[in-house]
DNA sequence: CAAAACGGAATGAACATTCATTCCTAAAAT
DNA sequence: ATTTTAGGAATGAATGTTCATTCCGTTTTG
């Protein structure tokens, strides 16, 4: 059937998944993985190629995943900065969800095991976001800086506000995390 | 003679470096860290006794001359703000200059392949930027958020600004980065 | 019952580490 | 000044292990 051909697949991604954000891609055996699936070894090869293939393929599907979230309650109707806040919120609140994904992304994201098509095909999920600094560029609300300086200060901030969240000792609730994301606004609000 | 010792140990730290940044842990095998050293495979061992010990050294090799780099030219008769910012710019300055140190620490920061007694020796080496931290606190220069929000969101965005540069499309001159730079100041000022 | 899916043993390549041997240098002997 | 000797440094072939991938007998599906 193909919901078991589905289980599966979804079954090795999740395993791998796991494993690899741990351990790291080299660290991660098939056969771990495939134990971790509860499937054999072999039978990875029947949905996958390659481990190359494998991990592509889980590139994509995390990053669809983080696109998705990305985007929820998000409308051009909204305000650019009321839709700036969302959007950096569902961000944070997707990775401290997902903590697996965040170490995977972070680990992969300029990885030479990730092909040029693979890294293609996940920009163009976060298209409207492009669009939306676009927005904000045209209504002057932004520093006078490049774009690219502008979504990579946001970006990056942001994560870094998820790790502290995950992996610091301080505690943050849900207010504090909301300044957090008003400073990262006001790094590049003009 | 004790030069040559040193030199061989600084050539394998070297090798393994531009290595491990490239093709990670598991994907630098001793015998290409050998080659590129331009010694033999078992000569390593006269320095190390593993391969993690290896990369333990290695990174604090690299936290030691990024420290360096980073207290360059602070001295704390400077008021707070001018610190920030000349640390701030000595950061991406050596990371512009060492973009392997870099994607180094990137992978490894949070690597369960370096020990707490490693990682614990690296945080002591940048005692004075935290104590800057404090000044600007007390000062009451900063939002009111904890601090460890501050100086990770402001570390993070550096990163974030030395990657754009490093592996960016857009051309960053000195200035549009000190403007970045500054843009992080903003996000973290009351 | 034929075809597709599965599992896990088998294979061969790659690897970290060891260790018997060689190389180098500098002090001792002549 | 030349040769001998000694000991640490360096080496890379050999070892045992781990791994990705393949292969083929078994099970499930339709």
Redesign the pocket.
């Known amino acids: ?1 193909k919901e ?2 589905q289980n ?1 697949k979804a079954a090795v991604l999740q395993a791998a998944l796991g494993l690899i954000s741990e351990q790291g891609f ?7 993985i495939a134990q971790r699936a ?10 996958f190629s ?3 293939d494998l991990i592509n393929d889980l590139y994509i599907d995390v990053k669809t995943r983080l696109a998705q979230h990305t985007l929820r309650n998000y409308s051009v109707s909204r305000d650019v900065h009321a839709s700036f806040l969302v959007l950096l919120r569902n961000i944070v609140d997707y990775f401290i969800e997902n903590p697996a994904e965040l170490l995977f992304m972070e680990q992969y994201a300029n990885s030479p095991l990730i092909t040029a098509a693979t890294r293609e095909e996940g920009l163009r999920m976060f298209a409207p976001v492009n669009h939306l600094f676009e927005r904000a560029k045209d209504e002057n609300l932004l520093k006078e800086l490049p774009m690219e300086m502008l979504s990579t200060l946001a970006y990056g901030s942001t994560i870094s506000l998820v790790k502290l969240k995950l992996f610091g000792k301080v505690k943050l609730d849900g207010a504090t995390i909301d300044a957090g994301v008003d400073a990262i606004w006001d790094a590049i609000k003009r």
Chains 1, 2 share one sequence.
């Open positions: 059937m078991k051909v599966k080299q660290g991660s055996p098939m056969s771990q509860n499937i054999g070894v072999g039978t990875i090869y029947r949905y390659s481990k190359e």
